[in-house]
């Protein structure tokens, strides 16, 4: 079956980095996307990743390991704004998006 | 960039009753158009995908009977929710696709209050 898995709840404080884990099982790997979204709306895009490597925009950059089947979403100078939660999700073999339940994403001052 | 538009934010229907939402690719054609639900604190369910012109794939467990989809134009498809149940209350969510590039582009969402 297909199984993208991340941590259900983080905490971390205001000004600090915090990284999001992903780590994915699906039925081939079209590429695999990063989404925030903020209680009660819809998700917004944030990053996407195909290739190996690190993707930096911004404050937030993401990685992704194709042979682990792993990705991170690291956040930087961490904002009170950035309280939500982060959803994985992996475009697979026939282009259909397999979601994580999504990390709640807890910013303290 | 791409903009998509749903109708209406949120609706509160009586039980029995059919609801109609409506999301609209504004600035771009959606050949491919996803719905979603969402319960509390819980994630994104894909409910259907429909393409343009053709009848929408229900995901297993989904009703296509009480949930009609209609992806009529490149621009526009409607989630019908009929005779809705209390147990219907969720936020519905739709995206859309242009073409064969793989980002979805999601509209604000649509919260769905049965009583």
């Known amino acids: 079956g297909q199984n993208i898995d991340q941590p259900t709840e983080m905490t971390a404080t205001e000004g600090a980095i915090v990284q999001i884990n992903c780590t994915y099982q699906?039925?081939?790997?079209?590429?695999l996307f990063w989404y925030q979204q903020h209680a009660g709306e819809a998700p917004t895009f944030l990053s996407y990743?195909?290739l190996d490597g690190l993707e930096e925009k911004g404050r937030f950059s993401s990685f992704l390991s194709r042979s682990k089947g792993y990705s991170y979403l690291l956040l930087k100078e961490l904002q009170m704004k950035d309280s939500a939660s982060y959803l994985c999700?992996?475009?697979?073999?026939?282009?259909?998006?397999?979601w994580g339940a999504g990390t709640k994403l807890i910013i303290k001052p | 960039g791409a903009v998509v538009s749903q109708h209406p934010s949120w609706v509160i229907c009586k039980s029995g009753t059919s609801v109609k939402i409506e999301c609209r690719s504004l600035?771009?054609?959606?050949?491919?158009m996803f719905w979603y639900r969402q319960f509390p604190k819980q994630s994104l369910m894909l409910m259907a995908t429909?393409?343009?012109?053709?009848?929408?794939?229900?995901e297993q467990g989904v009703e296509k009977d009480k949930f009609l989809i209609n992806h009529a134009s490149l621009t526009l498809s409607t989630l019908t929710v009929t005779s809705a149940h209390p147990e219907d209350s969720s936020f519905y969510i739709c995206?859309?696709?242009?073409?064969?590039?793989?980002?979805?582009?999601f509209g604000p969402g649509t919260r769905l209050t049965v009583t």
């Open positions: 429909s393409n343009e012109g053709s009848k929408a794939t229900y």
């Open positions: 995206s859309a696709r242009e073409g064969s590039f793989y980002e979805q582009y």
């Open positions: 999700a992996v475009l697979d073999s026939n282009y259909q998006l397999i």
């Open positions: 600035d771009f054609q959606a050949t491919t």
């Open positions: 990743n195909v």
């Open positions: 699906t039925s081939g790997f079209n590429g």
